[in-house]
């Protein structure tokens, strides 16, 4: 397994477009989540999946953004209608219960 | 709500000193704390994970401490090397109901100068 994969590495999109983020985690781990960062600030909990069960939303996840992970592999991270504050960069991780999280790479995505 | 704080936010030192990263949590009912590595634009690298039941762990020139009590960490790094030069996260897990999500510092910038 070579850990936790994202995709795109970089997006860049002009405001008002949708925008998807692909996540493969470790396939051992049944738990996913999607974390947000910002520059200069530590990463921020958005959502949080269990095997394809989403089990908690942040209040920073608005209406706009929507997350899946159909049969419990890949997870999906899709923002409509972005906004320029949507900018920042987009962390899956994914873990055993109660075991240490592995992070992937990221998705930075800038809107102009 | 738990906070997590990090000192110093900056940390500039010469290549071989030894050096003691800090992060102090407001909330001690933790289950566990995690220290990260970020590299510029980079996703984060886990270097060491310490359950609440210990009290340090080490993974080559790396020892992280844990006093859960006082709600305090250390992340010591010896004989420091340019290649340590990132940001280092420090991350708790509450123990409870949520004790799937992490709460983050904003982390310390380390500089090692050759």
């Known amino acids: 397994d070579t850990g936790v994969s994202q995709n795109p590495r970089h997006k860049i999109t002009k405001r008002g477009q949708n925008v998807t983020f692909r996540c493969d985690p470790i396939?051992?781990?049944?738990?996913l989540y999607w974390y947000r960062q910002t520059l200069g600030q530590g990463p921020e909990f958005l959502t949080y999946?269990?095997?394809?069960?989403?089990?908690?939303k942040s209040r920073l996840l608005s209406d706009r953004f929507s997350a899946e992970r159909p049969k419990g592999s890949f997870s999906t991270l899709e923002i409509q209608r972005t906004e320029q504050g949507d900018s920042a960069m987009y962390l899956c991780?994914?873990?055993?219960?109660?075991?240490?999280?592995?992070f992937g790479s990221g998705t930075r995505l800038t809107v102009v | 709500k738990q906070e997590v704080t990090q000192i110093p936010a900056a940390l500039s030192v010469p290549e071989g000193e030894n050096l003691v990263l800090n992060c102090s949590f407001t909330?001690?009912?933790?289950?566990?704390l995690q220290w990260f590595r970020q590299d510029p634009g980079k996703g984060l690298t886990s270097l060491l994970l310490?359950?609440?039941?210990?009290r340090e762990q080490t993974s080559g020139r790396l020892n992280a401490s844990l006093d859960k009590s006082s709600g305090r960490s250390t992340l010591y790094i010896a004989a420091s090397q340019p290649g340590d030069s990132a940001t280092y996260l420090c991350?708790?897990?509450?123990?409870?109901?949520?004790?799937?999500?992490?709460?983050f510092g904003k982390g310390t910038l380390l500089t090692v100068n050759p």
């Open positions: 310490i359950q609440s039941s210990q």
């Open positions: 991350a708790v897990t509450n123990s409870g109901g949520s004790n799937y999500k992490l709460t």
């Open positions: 909330d001690s009912a933790i289950y566990n």
């Open positions: 991780a994914s873990s055993f219960p109660l075991g240490g999280y592995t």
């Open positions: 396939s051992e781990h049944n738990r």
């Open positions: 999946f269990q095997n394809e069960a989403q089990l908690e």
